[in-house]
Nanobody
Framework: QVQLVESGGGLVQPGGSLRLSCAAS????????MAWYRQAPGKERELVAA???????RYADSVKGRFTISGDNAKNTVYLQMNSLKPEDTAVYLC??????????????WGQGTQVTVSS
């Protein structure tokens, strides 16, 4: 139905940068919103940033000013530029898409996640 392919995770030193990408494919009629969540061991999954097809964005307070979310509607792709990374940013980052498929209403889909590790 909907598949999400994430890339860009890795190991980076504190203060460094990474750029995550998430491409959605499948029987997609349209996408209403795309978002990045993250989950660290022993912690709840939290919203990092979200963007609607109209370009509205939302950020977690902990990343505002450091992370930037952007999207390419034509490619069904969302990006997360992460700057000034901190050890507390270490987590599995998961792509989330609110998509419309044939004969359905908008549904949330999740990617497998990509590991981001910030450490010296």
């Amino acid at each position: 139905q909907v598949q999400l392919v994430e890339s860009g995770g890795g190991l980076v030193q504190p203060g460094g940068s990474l750029r995550l990408s998430c491409a959605a494919s499948g029987s997609i009629v349209r996408i209403n919103a795309m978002a990045w969540y993250r989950q660290a061991p022993g912690k709840e999954r939290e919203l990092v940033a979200a963007i609607t097809s109209g370009g509205s964005t939302r950020y977690a307070d902990s990343v505002k000013g450091r992370f930037t979310i952007s999207g390419d509607n034509a490619k069904n792709t969302v990006y997360l530029q992460m700057n000034s990374l901190k050890p507390e940013d270490t987590a599995v980052y998961l792509c989330n898409v609110e998509a419309l498929i044939p004969y359905s209403e908008y549904t949330l889909y999740w990617g497998q996640g990509t590991q981001v590790t910030v450490s010296s």
